[in-house]
């Protein structure tokens, strides 16, 4: 398995240089060889797809599997590409691509191909494209085995050097990911999924198998990618229009064909990692005080309202369905942006958020969150996506569009408070014995609507449960001397271990002033 931390932490992988045309005599100038020409559209690439998911599928064949499982994490780790042959190296785009090499956790080959007037060429593979060891069990590959993935390094003009540094990288079966505003990886988007967490099926990873770089006009900050999506269940053509601006936008076109039933369909999946927080304090488990890619789940719904639900770090698999029609947005968020709340040197309190923008009427259906059991921080745990109503069934088509933002906070943030932190402890006084079966809640909230209340006015939580009862219920501003900032604690008293789903938020007469904190607990007495 892939050491998820340190792979992180080789994440952002200047002179200026000559523009010139990329026709394929240049780029075989530069030292990539090419293919082939052939006709090249978004709309071939989709017809392509759905007839690909008429017939069986047919995994792409690992040029030399016993090769391969000899590259293992540390032998890819030694091989490099050389950024002198990157892709657009001296233009026309801004931004070169550079590419994986293939190993024992990429054993499937991906086909990159660079289009230019109409005709796409295949960017054929070869050993000398890579700065690795003598002894590397990647010399002994085949020619043109492929790639495993690419990434896009920063501006050839831009102030960072664009050898060291890069902005997107897509790498394994449908993944890829961005830095946002503050220069860090963190999660990782794809795709799609495909039967996460059902029971009694495996869940399926379809593979980009052939990407499709389009050449830009000089000076773009914007660069469009297409790839063929292949699965034993779907196929599928994506176009991702990517621009690098302060936040990372990715706007994408997705058009997907069924070859068998699927349960539940995930779209505009996103994946990260929950480990724990501040939220519920345990002994020993690690040096550092929170450990976490994200922190919760934004919801905006179709209805207009604002929601936040924090993560778990739950005892088993569990699937929260948050039921919706054309909903707004929704996102994987890091709201807590403390250094000394992490205390590690691979900055969890710069990781990106990541919001889902849909472009169109989604129609009914409900954004999913599958929370997972991890005991470390290598170990991605936490997928949040969009299921639509009805199971999808072979033959069916569908085509769907959004925007991803990847940035440091929401695009569109609520005008309401926002929850701020949540917090659990024993329930009771201090001072006295402590009950059994009872939990004390601490939710923070801050916000602009918190600091136009009225001297004296107090605002009421809004307080509902799944089963339980509340007590001890009290609100105050937080003596931070910070405008706007305000906390609800109450306790709640509650038998056997089944989840308990809770609701919050605050209001002042009948005028709503934050947005709703969900939270699901697991009892543990």
């Known amino acids: 398995m892939i050491n998820r931390r340190q792979f992180l932490q080789t994440a952002t992988a200047t002179a200026a240089l000559a523009v010139q045309g990329f026709s394929a005599p240049a780029l075989a100038q530069q030292g990539l060889k090419m293919g082939a020409p052939s006709p090249f559209s978004f709309e071939e690439l989709k017809k392509r797809a759905q007839e690909m998911a008429r017939s069986p599928y047919v995994a792409p064949p690992s040029p030399s599997p016993e090769v391969l499982q000899q590259i293992d994490y540390d032998a890819h780790g030694k091989i490099r590409f050389k950024t002198d042959l990157a892709l657009w190296a001296n233009g026309p785009s801004e931004f070169p691509v550079t590419f994986f090499h293939m190993g024992r956790f990429f054993q499937k080959p991906v086909r990159m191909h660079v289009v230019e007037a109409g005709q796409a060429r295949e960017i054929v593979y070869d050993s000398d494209y890579f700065d690795m060891p003598a002894y590397s069990p990647a010399r002994k590959l085949p020619d043109n085995s492929g790639f495993a993935g690419f990434r896009f390094q920063e501006a050839r003009t831009g102030k960072l050097d664009w050898k060291k540094n890069d902005w997107v990288a897509f790498l394994g079966a449908s993944y890829f990911r961005a830095i946002g505003e503050l220069y860090q990886y963190g999660l990782s988007a794809r795709g799609l999924a495909v039967d996460v967490a059902v029971f009694g099926k495996n869940e399926e990873f379809p593979d980009f198998t052939h990407v499709y770089f389009e050449t830009p006009q000089p000076g773009s900050n914007t660069v469009t990618v297409y790839a063929l999506l292949d699965g034993p269940s779907v196929a599928g053509a994506y176009r991702f229009v990517m621009q690098r601006a302060a936040a990372i936008i990715m706007d994408i076109d997705s058009a997907v064909y069924m070859r068998q039933d699927v349960s539940r369909l995930g779209v505009a999946p996103l994946t990260s990692m929950y480990w724990y927080s501040e939220k519920a304090k345990t002994t020993a488990i690690d040096w550092r005080p929170e450990i976490h890619d994200s922190d919760g789940l934004a919801l905006w719904t179709g209805a207009g309202e604002r929601i936040w639900r924090p993560l778990n770090n739950p005892p088993h698999i569990i699937t929260s369905a948050f039921a919706d029609e054309n909903p707004r947005g929704f996102g994987l968020l890091q709201r807590d942006r403390n250094f000394d709340h992490y205390l590690d040197g691979v900055y969890y309190d710069r990781r990106p958020c990541l919001w889902i923008e849909p472009q169109g009427a989604w129609g009914r259906g409900s954004i999913q969150l599958v929370e997972i059991p991890t005991d470390d921080e290598i170990h991605d745990n936490i997928v949040a996506m969009w299921v639509p109503a009805e199971p999808v069934r072979a033959g069916q088509a569908l085509e769907m ?59 009421k939580p809004v307080l509902t449960a799944s089963r339980g009862e509340f007590s001890n219920i009290l609100t105050e501003a937080v003596p931070n001397n910070v405008p706007g900032h305000w906390r609800t604690q109450f306790d709640l008293t509650v038998t056997g271990t089944e989840p308990v789903e809770m609701r919050c938020y605050l209001r002042s007469g009948n005028e709503v002033l934050s947005e709703t904190w969900l939270y699901q607990y697991h009892p543990t007495f």
């Not at 939710?443 to 609507?449: A, C, L, S």
């Open 401 to 459: 569009r959004y925007r991803m933002h990847w940035s440091a906070d929401e695009p569109y943030p609520t005008p309401l408070a926002r929850v701020i932190a949540t917090r659990l402890g024993n329930g009771g006084q201090a001072g006295t014995n402590r009950p059994k079966g009872v939990r004390k809640f601490m939710v923070e909230f801050i916000g602009r609507p918190l600091t136009l209340l009225p001297s004296g006015v107090i605002p």
